[in-house]
């Protein structure tokens, strides 16, 4: 069965410190990885996507990484602020399918304090 | 600016009342999708469309329905309204390959009383 599981499902971080997201998948035949950010009440907005072939992306403060063969995927984020106060979700698509079926995880809320 | 919109951002309606989400973009996209998401929880596919006049029912049973009279249209509606149907609803599209170009609109949080 193709799952995304994320953790932890929730973090709380004080202003300007760092933390790592962790992303684990099952998705076969898999095509690519996304991170997004969402903020409440808001729809996602893409962070990162990676394919097979890349194992590091970054996008500012935010940096991905991915294993392709042990399928996992984290996301470090550096020098936190406020407004990275969100849900961050995992979603991995696959490539056996013209729609590119995407698989969601569950997100992991992330708290930054002042 | 290429982007895609969803109208209303939030509606509180009484049971039994049809009501239309509205989502448009503006980037050519061919497929459009209506996802639903509760609070903690996973983004669920539940209509989506190829294109003008194709649309398919997602895996998360719903009893809304959709339609595709333009490219850039992909309303969804509830012909009667229940309290079982409040949860966000989020519209997205993608380019042609699909696994690339995957934007979502900021959604509508829809309350039946």
């Known amino acids: 069965k193709n799952q995304v599981e994320q953790s932890p499902q929730s973090l709380i971080i004080l202003e300007g410190k760092n933390c790592t997201l962790q992303?684990?998948?099952?998705?076969?035949?898999?095509?690519?990885l996304r991170w997004y950010k969402q903020d409440t009440g808001r729809g996602p907005v893409s962070l990162t996507i990676?394919?097979?072939?890349?194992n590091t992306k970054s996008n500012g403060r935010y940096t991905a990484t991915l294993d392709a063969d042990t399928k996992q995927s984290s996301l470090h984020i550096t020098a936190s602020q406020l407004s990275d106060s969100a849900s961050y979700i995992c979603?991995?698509?696959?490539?056996?399918?013209?729609?590119?079926?995407?698989?969601f995880g569950r997100g992991t809320q992330l708290t930054v304090w002042p | 600016e290429a982007d895609i919109y969803q109208t209303p951002r939030y509606l509180v309606i009484g049971t039994g009342k049809k009501i239309t989400l509205e989502c448009s973009q503006t980037?050519?996209?061919?497929?459009m999708y209506w996802y639903q998401q509760d609070p903690g929880m996973e983004l669920h596919l539940i209509h989506y469309?190829?294109?003008?006049?194709?649309?398919e029912k997602g895996d998360l049973s719903s009893e809304s329905t959709v339609s595709r009279i333009r490219t850039e249209h992909f309303p969804l509606t509830l012909e009667s309204a229940r309290p079982s149907h409040t949860s966000q609803y989020l519209c997205?599209?993608?380019?042609?390959?699909?696994?690339?170009?995957?934007?979502f609109g900021s959604g509508t949080r829809l309350t039946v009383v």
């Open positions: 469309s190829y294109g003008v006049n194709s649309t």
């Open positions: 990676m394919t097979f072939s890349e």
């Open positions: 992303c684990n998948y099952t998705v076969s035949p898999f095509s690519n």
């Open positions: 979603v991995v698509s696959d490539r056996g399918s013209t729609l590119g079926r995407l698989y």
């Open positions: 980037m050519g996209h061919d497929k």
């Open positions: 997205a599209s993608s380019n042609p390959q699909g696994h690339y170009g995957y934007t």
